[in-house]
């Protein structure tokens, strides 16, 4: 494949990410704070919050699964996970927060487990949708071209 | 469930960045990712290269900032007036301690009470946010963080230190 192909998928595909809601303008300003001294910062701080993520998911599981569950823990983890996606912009898991939150305040286990079966998946879209977007940034580098600059 | 998972990264660590000359901000926040979005915001924005120091005396923030130790350890005193923080920058919910809290603490302190403190949330909630003007914080900032509002940050600190 032609750079130039690639490039114009790689926007295709950016654009789609943005249009259909999984990440919104708080990503574009990571990738506007990437530049030659620090080249890999927009995937750095996505690799954490891919770490991050899943062990707060795996707390949240392991807290909803309590016979006696504790809100307050349960909404702590959220209020994390509810920070670090807005920090990165992952809007659809951020938006699956402020649900969960809701229901933490009614101290409503059920809704707080089907909440977490949405931040879940949003979680897992989101992630692969992201290594699916470095990984074309990856074989445009490799091919000797650069990586389009989104506004 | 505070005082588990010492090992783990999810409590407030000190970073220490030089910001434009001879200019010290510490940051504190228990969320890693908002840690190293912070730590980039204030690099990009320094006029000179800028260093970080994660988690001086390898114990998390929180360690050090419980309610009963922060006006008595020594480590927070002498980590302020020996490397002349000039800027601390603190989230608002964090377990243990509020950024709050960490203002009033501050402010009662002799010693520390002139360093500027700004207050970062995700929660836009004014009574909040009129409660921190009034203990005392340079300002108040919503998160997630942009470059934008570092810069007026920047502008903001350096006109109230003439």
Known sequence: ?151 | MEGEGSSCSSYACISRMEFGEEFHVLAVDDNLIDRKLVERLLKNSSCKGATCRESLRNKPLYALLSWYSVLHDLGLSELISESKVNLILTDYCMPGMTGYDLLKKIKESSHMREVPVVIMSSENVPTRINKCLEEGAQTFMLKPLKLSDIKKLRRQVIRSRK
Do not use: W
């Open chain 1, 1 to 151: 494949m032609e750079v130039s192909e690639m490039q114009r998928q790689f926007v295709e595909y950016s654009q789609s990410l943005f249009r259909e809601g999984y990440l919104d303008s708080q990503f574009t300003q990571l990738q506007q704070l990437q530049d030659e001294s620090n080249p890999d910062f927009v995937m750095e701080v996505v690799t954490l919050f891919f770490e991050d993520s899943e062990r707060l998911i795996r707390d949240l599981t392991c807290a909803l699964d309590q016979q006696i569950v504790d809100f307050k823990t349960v909404d702590a983890h959220v209020h994390q996970l509810k920070g670090s996606s807005s920090s990165i912009g992952a809007q659809r898991v951020k938006n699956a927060c402020v649900e969960f939150r809701n229901f933490c305040e009614e101290q409503n286990a059920d809704a707080c487990r089907a909440c977490l079966q949405q931040v879940n998946q949003e979680y897992f879209l989101v992630k692969s949708k992201l290594q699916t977007l470095f990984t074309m940034e990856q074989q445009i580098v490799a091919a000797g071209g650069s990586i389009p600059i989104m506004d």
